[in-house]
């Protein structure tokens, strides 16, 4: 039903600045949830932040909150996780998700039903 597709991720310093986009095909997302999650080897996925159908309502892992900025432009069917003050732990195959019809704002990586393939975001020290 839904297809996501992650851009952005790269190799920066430390302090260093990135913006992940996700775009996503096959129906809009004006009605949908939409999360970014991460995962670094040797550890589970990671909640990063989310924000609801009219991008008002956001929710951040307190690891983040601050530093990165979570967005959307449903005219475009695109999310945005703009990332800022980059540490070395943040360091992780990056992942966008998406629930369809629901007015809930979700840290939870199983109740997405939609995910994208991933994008590598290295951040050296």
């Known amino acids: 039903q839904v297809q996501l597709v992650e851009s952005g991720g790269g190799l920066v310093q430390a302090g260093g600045s990135l913006r992940l986009s996700c775009a996503a095909s096959g129906r809009t997302i004006s009605s949908a949830t939409m999360g970014w999650f991460r995962q670094a080897p040797g550890k589970g996925r990671e909640f990063v932040a989310a924000?609801?159908?009219?991008?008002?309502?956001?929710s951040y892992a307190d690891s983040v909150k601050g530093r990165f900025t979570i967005s959307r432009d449903n005219d475009k069917n695109t999310v945005y996780l703009q990332m800022n003050s980059l540490k070395p732990e943040d360091t992780a195959l990056y992942y966008c998700?998406?629930?369809?019809?629901?007015?809930?704002?979700?840290?939870?990586?199983?109740?997405?039903?939609?995910w994208g393939q991933g994008t590598q975001v290295t951040v050296s020290s």
């Open positions: 924000i609801g159908w009219s991008g008002e309502k956001t």
């Open positions: 998700a998406a629930r369809i019809d629901t007015m809930m704002v979700f840290q939870s990586p199983g109740l997405y039903q939609y």
